[in-house]
Every structure is written in structure tokens, then in C-alpha cells.
């Protein structure tokens, strides 16, 4: 069996003044809070999540 890829998704800017549609991706992270961290599998559409949010998450 081969480990599944993950990746640290933390929160460090409030959503709050973006596009809504930045705000439901963040929320579709499973992101609420600011400094919240998510493990989440390494999948090509979490990569594309976190490239349009890219300027609210830190990535690890």
C-alpha cells in the first residue's frame, strides 16, 4: 500500500471583503477560522483550491 500525500492548509487572512465564490472555497477547505489548519489529501482540485485562495492560505 502506498501513504496517500497530504498537505498543511492554514488560514493566516480573514476571507471576510473577498468574492464570494474565494469564500467558498475557503469554506469547501473546510476552512473557518483564521489559524486553522487542515491536513488534506494532495489531489489535483485541492491544488487548484488553494491556487485561487492562494493569497489567504499558507501552504506546508
Excluded at 476552512?31 to 486553522?36: A, F, H, P, V
Amino acid at each position: 500500500m502506498s501513504e496517500k500525500k497530504t498537505i498543511k492548509v492554514t488560514l493566516v487572512k480573514s476571507p471576510i471583503g473577498t468574492n464570494a465564490d474565494h469564500r467558498a472555497t475557503v469554506l469547501g477547505l473546510g476552512l473557518k477560522k483564521i489559524r486553522q489548519t487542515r491536513e488534506l489529501e494532495d489531489t489535483p482540485a485541492v491544488r487548484g483550491m488553494i491556487n485561487k485562495i492562494a493569497y489567504l492560505v499558507r501552504v506546508e
